[in-house]
């Protein structure tokens, strides 16, 4: 491989091409003289994320690897349409790429999305992978994550591009954690821009990516070199217990919970992250980073572990309308957060189907209706996930569970006796 010489502008630049068959991969590589002899590091990234997401790891991690950005088919900035691929598929492409450009070995990094792809290649060619670092990654098919992926393919579908940005904005930031997190109004506001303005070519490519994760049944295999699964305290898109489940599935695996972050990290607490991948890539140990606790994967206790709390409205009753039979419904509200809430009907008087999609819950005291989908149910109750679709209701939503007074918080007995867990 041709290494050049790196500099901010460099990341702009346009990138190499090398073609594995009839896929294109997009790539830039830097080194500097000191560095030469050691394996490079590669980074896969995540959806919305370009070379330049990357600035921050590249620069530090130059100095002592030499580094490696690439964009496979649908990834990144690489606009090459691929919906025959599956995500065991980007194995052998990665390894047909490093094959072709003389990579011996490699060490690589892979963020959400790009985590699956990276996994998959480590468990698959470990003779060509030094060390592995993941972070944001599922073994599991968690019915409240597929739900809100094949939700956001809907809204794509319809040009809804708005509803489809928030809610992406709300999946990826846990927004009932936006204190500890130092999330801004200007962070959600330019992260919401830039998805709502995908072209068709973006648009089109992040539908494919999902549905590839969609028909993706999971890991037949799991790395066997030394692995790094981080995670973020609050994570609440992949759970930290889920990223806690695939380092136990790891022989050589090491668990890091970076503290006070969510989903996205790297930018949240980007000082704690990059020491995190500068120490694992280079081989020092791990311990004593500020902000940053290590388990060993098999010893993290995520018993009780609950990512927002559950509050319960004093106020009773409120009314859910099925907006595909035009009737509404009295309901006692048991529990609410963020993400979802869990009524009880008063009246047993709606039959719940698997097409009992259209169901909108009234909450006076916010404004708005919330468009929720029932993921459990008996005879009386349902618990349903609230689907961000608007972000002025998303906020009032926010403010609601923040500020309203008439709650009972979930240390109370009341709330404790509900069944059910909210994501």
């Known amino acids: 491989m041709n290494f050049s010489t790196y500099s901010p502008a460099a990341l702009k630049s346009a990138p190499s091409i090398q073609m594995v068959g009839e896929y294109k991969v997009e790539f830039l ?63 052998d492409l990665i390894a047909g790429f490093l094959t072709s450009q003389n990579v011996r070995k490699v060490q690589l990094m892979g963020v959400s999305y790009g985590s699956a792809m990276a996994t998959l290649f480590a468990s698959k060619y470990p003779e ?40 992406a904005v709300c999946n990826l930031i846990n927004h009932n954690r936006m204190e500890e997190t130092n999330i801004g109004a200007t962070y959600r506001r330019l992260l919401f821009r830039q998805i709502a303005r995908l072209n068709d070519n973006e648009r089109m490519r992040y539908a494919q990516n999902t549905r590839r994760l969609l028909r993706f049944e999971g ?20 759970l930290p217990q889920e990223n ?16 006070n972050a969510d989903h996205l990290a790297q930018f949240e607490q980007k000082s704690a992250s990059m020491e995190v991948v500068c120490r694992f890539m280079t081989g020092q140990p791990l311990e004593g980073i500020p902000g940053v606790d290590i388990y060993d994967p098999q010893a993290f206790d995520f018993a009780n572990q609950r990512l927002q709390a559950r509050l319960r409205p004093m106020e009773q009753p409120y009314t859910l309308v099925d907006k595909a039979t035009g009737k509404s419904h009295t309901v006692r509200m048991l529990n609410i957060n963020f993400s979802g809430c869990e009524l ?74 509900v069944a059910g867990r909210l994501a």
């Open 29 to 91: 590589a830097y080194e500097s003289p000191d560095n030469m002899d050691k394996a490079p590091v590669m980074f896969l990234g995540g959806a919305f994320q370009s070379f330049s997401s990357f600035r921050n790891e590249v620069e530090q991690i130059l100095e002592h690897c030499p580094v490696i950005l690439a964009d496979f088919p649908s990834q990144g900035s690489n606009d090459q349409l691929a919906p025959d691929l599956d995500m065991e598929d980007y194995a």
């Open 128 to 167: 060509l992978i030094e060390r592995l670092l993941i972070s944001g990654i599922t073994c599991f098919r968690r019915e409240s994550l597929i739900t809100l992926l094949e939700d956001s393919l809907k809204l794509l579908e319809t040009g809804d591009m708005d509803a489809f940005a928030t809610t």
């Open 219 to 238: 890991f037949p295999a799991f790395p066997v070199c030394e692995t790094l699964i981080a995670t973020g305290e609050y994570d609440n898109f992949t």
């Open 244 to 259: 806690a489940a695939v380092a136990r599935q790891c022989p050589n695996g090491t668990f890091a919970v970076i503290r």
């Open 344 to 417: 009880e009907q008063i009246h047993v008087d709606m039959a719940l189907t698997e097409a009992s999609d259209e169901l909108y819950l009234e909450l006076p005291e916010t404004g708005h209706t919330y468009h929720v989908r029932v993921l459990a149910k008996d005879k009386k109750r349902m618990r349903c996930l609230i689907m961000q679709r608007d972000i002025k209701a998303a906020e009032s939503l926010l403010s609601y569970l923040k500020e309203h007074l008439l709650m009972i918080r979930d240390n109370q007995p009341a709330v404790e006796e």
